[in-house]
């Protein structure tokens, strides 16, 4: 099994900036892709970033991408979303997830991010 725990979400303003952290424990070794996702009010769960285990390929959706910055240290069992330019619609519970044998079946619990306007 994998752990995953998810911090560093807060109430910030528009235009303002946060990062999220991963930490995993575990079966570590057994994870290769890791992703955020997030869940708006009302919405369902939606894709927001992925990195590949080396860290040479990442993804991002349409609503993020230019703005958000992902990435993983695996020597310390940690990934990050560094958000930039927040907006009010990036509200959301955030969760971490780890891909292993090709899908995502590890979770965390999730971090809130509240972007006020």
């Avoid at 997830?97 to 079946?105: D, W």
């Amino acid at each position: 099994q994998v752990q995953l725990v998810e911090s560093g979400g807060e109430l910030v303003q528009a235009g303002g900036s946060l990062r999220l952290s991963c930490a995993a424990s575990g079966r570590t070794f057994s994870v290769s892709d890791m992703a955020w996702f997030r869940q708006a009010p009302g919405k369902e769960r939606e894709f927001v970033s992925a990195i590949s285990w080396s860290g040479g390929s990442t993804y991002f959706s349409e609503s993020v991408k230019g703005r958000f910055t992902i990435s993983r240290d695996n020597a310390k069992n940690a990934m990050y979303l560094q958000m930039n330019s927040l907006k009010p619609e990036d509200t959301a519970v955030y969760y971490c997830a780890a891909a292993s044998v090709g899908e995502y079946n590890y979770w965390g619990q999730g971090t809130q991010v509240t972007v006020s306007s």
